[in-house]
């Protein structure tokens, strides 16, 4: 799959929790690095996304806020 999106991480799935309508997914990037992501329980179930799983996470965002 091609995508523009230029941040673009794999990683593995350590983690996949689905809440009522959306699960939260922690990906482990390496070194000790989890990002973590919110999708649709529908997404997950499409994906047949599962613990263990290589994964990307697609990163798209037109800002990053830092706060302290």
């Known amino acids: 799959m ?3 999106a230029r941040n673009q991480i794999k990683g ?3 983690e996949v929790k689905k809440g009522q309508t959306t699960a939260h997914v922690r990906i482990d990037i390496g070194n000790g690095v989890t990002i973590t992501s919110s999708i649709t ?3 997950v179930d ?5 613990a263990g799983d290589q994964v990307i996470a697609v990163i798209k965002a037109s800002d990053v806020m830092v706060a302290k």
């Open 12 to 14: 593995k799935a350590a």
């Open 41 to 43: 329980n529908e997404a």
């Open 2 to 4: 091609k995508l523009s």
């Open 46 to 50: 499409e994906l047949g996304l599962k």
